[in-house]
């Protein structure tokens, strides 16, 4: 999926198919340049887990296993 050209300051975040029907069990990322954001959904302005884009690559592999 892509996100499109975004500003640096505002990232488009995008909800994980895998997430559940209702809005208990959401999980978000964003795509940046230093590789990708990982949030709660229900708490978008809590903190984040930045991870780089080799771990994300090796982490969505794996799920696909």
Same mark, same amino acid.
Request: glycine residues 8%; positive net charge.
């Given at each position: 999926m892509s996100a499109?050209?975004?500003?640096?300051?505002?990232?488009?975040w995008? &909800?994980?198919s =895998? !997430?559940?029907g209702?809005?208990?069990?959401?999980?978000?990322?964003a795509?940046v340049?230093a590789?990708?954001?990982?949030?709660?959904? &229900?708490?978008p =302005? !809590?903190?984040?887990?930045?991870?780089?884009?080799e771990?994300?690559t090796?982490?969505?592999?794996a799920?696909?296993?």
């Open positions: 499109g050209p975004q500003p640096a300051s505002e990232p488009v995008f &909800k994980s =895998y !997430s559940g209702n809005t208990t069990e959401c999980v978000e990322a795509f340049p590789g990708v954001l990982v949030r709660d959904s &229900k708490t =302005y !809590s903190p984040r887990v930045s991870v780089s884009a771990a994300w090796r982490f969505v592999g799920l696909a296993l």
